[in-house]
T-cell receptor
Framework: DTEVTQTPKHLVMGMTNKKSLKCEQH?????MYWYKQKAKKPPELMFV???????INESVPSRFSPECPNSSLLNLHLHALQPEDSALYLC???????????FGQGTRLTVV | AQSVAQPEDQVNVAEGNPLTVKCTYS??????LFWYVQYPNRGLQFLLK????DNLVKGSYGFEAEFNKSQTSFHLKKPSALVSDSALYFC??????????WGAGTKLIIKP
């Protein structure tokens, strides 16, 4: 099973809302990632968790708050977002220091 | 600095013809190279990787890629293109921190 599952697939939220994106994998991977992708651009790394601990934060604004409750789950909590935060948010997982990463289908986020 | 270049924004190929999507890289040490494909409004799908060994790597959906160390290239190829191959293709290299550095992406259009 090489599947990474993300929910919801689509999300529309106001600038004062609080919402969460969820990601789940059952491949036994101990590295999990959040990426942001704008249309027709490569993904931009936001956060990396290794062994359930935050190892990389690419200077992401505090309105994005990641959480890794266990080795299979990764959440991204959203609060007070701006319209420019509208994008496709991708979750990925891999072996720690492993070669390839496997991506979920993404959550299409629209901030209104 | 480590980088990946995809020199073509778009590649147009007639169905049934061979296709090539170009990628060159700059990285210190031995490169870990990857190709991913993204269909509209979908996540990234892993196609193939080069870690070591045979310079010709075979991947999913009939794609292959040729690693050329002297030219620092990793071009994606397929002998006979299908309309369903139309998508956005990303080349990536893993850096010394085991994070992916992405090319800008190449839109592949296969015309019937």
């Amino acid at each position: 099973d090489t599947e990474v599952t993300q929910t919801p697939k689509h999300l529309v939220m106001g600038m004062t809302n609080k919402k969460s994106l969820k990601c789940e994998q059952h491949m036994g991977h101990r590295a999990m990632y959040w990426y942001k992708q704008k249309a027709k651009k490569p993904p931009e790394l936001m956060f990396v968790y290794s062994y359930e601990k935050l190892s990389i934060n690419e200077s992401v604004p505090s309105r994005f708050s990641p959480e890794c409750p266990n080795s299979s789950l990764l959440n991204l909590h959203l609060h007070a977002l701006q319209p420019e935060d509208s994008a496709l948010y991708l979750c990925a997982s891999s072996q720690v220091r492993g070669p390839e990463a496997f991506f979920g289908q993404g959550t299409r986020l629209t901030v209104v | 600095a480590q980088s990946v270049a995809q020199p073509e924004d778009q590649v147009n190929v007639a169905e049934g013809n061979p296709l090539t999507v170009k990628c060159t890289y700059s990285v210190s040490g031995n490169p870990y190279l990857f190709w991913y494909v993204q269909y509209p409004n979908r996540g990234l799908q892993f196609l193939l990787k080069y870690i070591t060994g045979d310079n010709l790597v075979k991947g999913s959906y009939g794609f292959e890629a040729e690693f050329n160390k002297s030219q620092t290239s990793f071009h994606l190829k397929k002998p006979s293109a299908l309309v369903s191959d139309s998508a956005l293709y990303f080349c990536a290299v893993r850096d010394s921190n085991y994070q992916l550095i992405w090319g800008a992406g190449t839109k592949l259009i296969i015309k019937p």
